[in-house]
C-alpha cells in the first residue's frame, strides 16, 4: 500500500519561504517522478512542480517558477518544494503525488498515488 505523508505547511506574512517536505512508503520511489499540486477554496487542482526518478528533469507552472525549487532524495523516499516569495495567491493545501512513469508529467491523470495534503496560508 502506498502512503505519501506531506508536512511543512504553515501561516505565513507574504514575501516569507516555507518547505515543504513528503515522504513515501509502500512502492520503489526512486523508480517514478513525483510531483506537487496544490487546491485552493473552489478552483481545480493545479499542478505546481514536477521532477523526474533520478531529479535530472524538473518542470513548473509558471506561476510558481523562479520562486519554488522541488527536489527529491531517493535515500530518504522524500520529495521537497522550497518556496520563496511566497504570495497571498499561493494560499491552498498542497498536495504531493507519485507518478505513473518515472519522467515527469504536468498532468494530474499521471498520478495515481496522492497525500493527505498540508495547508499554506500566506497573509499580505
Known amino acids: 500500500q502506498v502512503q505519501l505523508v506531506e508536512s511543512g505547511g504553515g501561516l505565513v506574512q507574504a514575501g516569507d519561504s516555507l518547505r515543504l517536505s513528503c515522504i513515501a512508503s509502500?512502492?520503489?520511489?526512486?523508480?517514478?517522478?513525483m510531483g506537487w499540486f496544490r487546491q485552493a477554496p473552489g478552483k481545480e487542482r493545479e499542478f505546481v512542480a514536477a521532477?523526474?526518478?533520478?531529479?535530472?528533469?524538473?518542470n513548473y507552472a509558471d506561476s510558481v517558477k523562479d520562486r519554488f525549487t522541488i527536489s527529491r532524495d531517493n535515500a530518504k523516499n522524500s520529495v521537497y518544494l522550497q518556496m520563496n516569495s511566497l504570495k497571498p495567491e499561493d494560499t491552498a493545501v498542497y498536495y504531493c503525488?507519485?507518478?505513473?512513469?518515472?519522467?515527469?508529467?504536468?498532468?494530474?491523470?499521471?498520478?495515481?498515488?496522492w497525500g493527505q495534503g498540508t495547508q499554506v496560508t500566506v497573509s499580505s
Open positions: 503525488a507519485s507518478c505513473r512513469v518515472p519522467y515527469q508529467n504536468p498532468r494530474r491523470d499521471q498520478y495515481d498515488y
Open positions: 509502500g512502492r520503489t520511489f526512486s523508480m517514478y517522478a
Open positions: 521532477i523526474s526518478w533520478s531529479g535530472g528533469s524538473t
